[in-house]
């Protein structure tokens, strides 16, 4: 019993000395750890354009930009370059959802035909219905995206045509109405909540039932519940003309511009942010003392040490978790990273997506926090 109390108590030793490490950290030795991880990652990824980090370690921030918002140019991103956070978008709605949890708007385990009108017997598998929680921890079953066809998948003649003009296409008179016929049309094939496959679509019909709660538009909903209260006066769901500028060129492996423009996305991936209103979401997140937040981190499926909250994901390791998630469209990828134990964030938003950056960029989230803190539990 001796050798395992001693055993445990090197453990949390162990524990305690990279936490105290990673607070002794100078800004100085913060900014060598992230300079070197970028110039591996340019050296790595010479289609790279620009990329802006954030770190937040132990409430002080650090920003870094490196590259340029317009390839060929000299323009460096700077603390205000707006960037589309694609799928982190979700882990708002996530949030959103578990406010509404809290205010007795919904139950995150209501039957989401509870908020459709109409009768849908489409959407049980056996008996089991979708439930709101499966909206957002992408095991509702339902397609990736709606419309349901060739046209709106990602790899879909990807390198002719960009996923973001295929969907606009597709969905220039795309209703809300026509939203639902879809919705109708989908078969369920397994039982909601077992099966992990990918929805923007779940995410969207969670947005929609977060308005039909409160009555008022999603972002209006976003603005008052979260963006307002965190003073994040630069992050938008709809971009002004003057927003548009200000956000960096987007581009494909092959140095093609991507559409910059205001893309139908909305809960499911729309919000666009810089570097320094997401280490202030960021911060929020990490701290946990908001009922929501907190809620929003709670595992709704787990497979070994992984699991999934409302969006965001977690890996467990002992009394370490790290919890993220990354978002990623035709001509921009990004990441939003919480180690609790060390008290550090990390955001990382780039303006180049590919297969090969986009690994590389996850490999440069990994080394910064392992630098950061040895014993970070590491993305998987």
Same mark, same amino acid.
């Given at each position: 019993?001796?050798?395992?109390?001693?055993?445990?108590?090197?453990?949390?030793?162990?524990?305690?000395?990279?936490?105290?490490?990673?607070?002794? &950290?100078?800004?100085?030795?913060?900014?060598?750890?992230?300079?070197?991880?970028?110039?591996?990652?340019?050296?790595?990824?010479?289609?790279?354009?620009?990329?802006?980090?954030?770190?937040? =370690?132990?409430?002080?921030?650090?920003? %870094? /930009? %490196?590259?340029?918002?317009?390839?060929?140019?000299?323009?460096?991103?700077?603390?205000?370059?707006?960037?589309?956070?694609?799928?982190?978008?979700?882990?708002?709605?996530?949030?959103?959802?578990?406010?509404?949890?809290?205010?007795?708007?919904?139950?995150?385990?209501?039957?989401?035909?509870? %908020?459709?009108?109409?009768?849908?017997?489409? &959407?049980?598998?056996?008996?089991?219905?979708?439930?709101?929680?499966? #909206?957002?921890?992408?095991?509702?079953?339902?397609?990736?995206? *709606? +419309?349901?066809?060739?046209?709106?998948?990602?790899?879909?003649?990807?390198?002719?045509?960009?996923?973001?003009?295929?969907? *606009?296409?597709?969905?220039?008179?795309?209703?809300?109405?026509?939203?639902?016929?879809?919705?109708?049309?989908?078969?369920?094939?397994?039982?909601?909540?077992?099966?992990?496959?990918?929805?923007?679509?779940?995410?969207? &019909?969670?947005?929609?039932? *977060?308005?039909?709660?409160?009555?008022?538009?999603?972002?209006? #909903? =976003?603005?008052?519940?979260? $963006?307002?209260? *965190?003073?994040?006066?630069?992050?938008?769901?709809?971009?002004?003309?003057?927003?548009?500028?200000?956000?960096?060129?987007?581009?494909?492996?092959?140095?093609?511009?991507? +559409?910059?423009?205001?893309?139908? #996305?909305?809960?499911?991936?729309?919000?666009?942010? /810089?570097?320094?209103?997401?280490?202030?979401?960021?911060?929020?997140? $990490?701290?946990?003392?908001?009922?929501?937040?907190?809620?929003?981190?709670? +595992?709704?499926?787990?497979?070994? /040490?992984?699991?999934?909250?409302?969006?965001?994901?977690?890996?467990?390791?002992?009394?370490?978790?790290?919890?993220?998630?990354?978002?990623?469209?035709?001509?921009?990828?990004?990441?939003?990273? =919480?180690?609790?134990?060390?008290?550090?964030?990390?955001?990382?938003?780039?303006?180049?997506?590919?297969?090969?950056?986009?690994?590389?960029?996850?490999?440069?989230?990994?080394?910064?926090?392992?630098?950061?803190?040895?014993?970070?539990? +590491?993305?998987?």
């Amino acid at each position: 019993m001796l050798a395992r109390r001693c055993v445990a108590y090197l453990v949390l030793l162990g524990s305690f000395a990279a936490s105290v490490r990673a607070q002794g &950290l100078s800004a100085a030795a913060v900014q060598t750890t992230v300079d070197q991880a970028a110039h591996d990652f340019f050296r790595a990824t010479p289609e790279a354009v620009g990329v802006s980090v954030g770190v937040l =370690l132990n409430g002080k921030t650090y920003v %870094y /930009n %490196y590259g340029t918002v317009v390839k060929g140019t000299v323009a460096p991103p700077g603390e205000h370059t707006l960037y589309p956070i694609a799928s982190i978008t979700k882990t708002f709605t996530g949030t959103l959802l578990a406010q509404a949890a809290i205010e007795g708007k919904l139950s995150l385990t209501d039957d989401i035909r509870k %908020y459709l009108d109409g009768t849908y017997p489409n &959407l049980e598998f056996e008996g089991h219905p979708i439930r709101i929680c499966d #909206l957002v921890d992408h095991r509702s079953g339902l397609p990736f995206y *709606l +419309p349901d066809n060739a046209q709106t998948q990602p790899d879909y003649n990807g390198n002719v045509v960009p996923w973001t003009t295929r969907v *606009l296409e597709q969905t220039a008179h795309y209703t809300r109405a026509d939203f639902y016929a879809d919705l109708h049309k989908v078969k369920l094939s397994a039982v909601p909540g077992t099966v992990a496959s990918y929805s923007n679509a779940g995410a969207k &019909l969670a947005g929609y039932i *977060l308005e039909r709660v409160y009555g008022v538009p999603y972002a209006v #909903l =976003l603005e008052r519940k979260i $963006l307002g209260q *965190l003073h994040m006066a630069e992050t938008t769901l709809t971009p002004s003309r003057l927003q548009v500028q200000e956000t960096a060129t987007g581009y494909d492996e092959k140095g093609r511009t991507m +559409p910059n423009y205001p893309v139908p #996305l909305g809960a499911d991936g729309g919000i666009r942010s /810089n570097v320094v209103d997401m280490l202030k979401y960021a911060g929020w997140q $990490l701290a946990a003392t908001d009922a929501a937040v907190k809620l929003s981190h709670e +595992p709704y499926a787990t497979s070994g /040490n992984y699991s999934a909250g409302l969006n965001w994901q977690m890996m467990t390791d002992g009394e370490r978790q790290v919890i993220w998630q990354s978002g990623n469209i035709p001509g921009y990828a990004s990441y939003c990273v =919480l180690e609790p134990r060390s008290n550090v964030a990390l955001v990382v938003l780039s303006n180049e997506s590919s297969p090969a950056s986009g690994h590389q960029l996850f490999l440069m989230v990994n080394r910064i926090l392992s630098s950061l803190d040895p014993q970070a539990v +590491p993305l998987p």
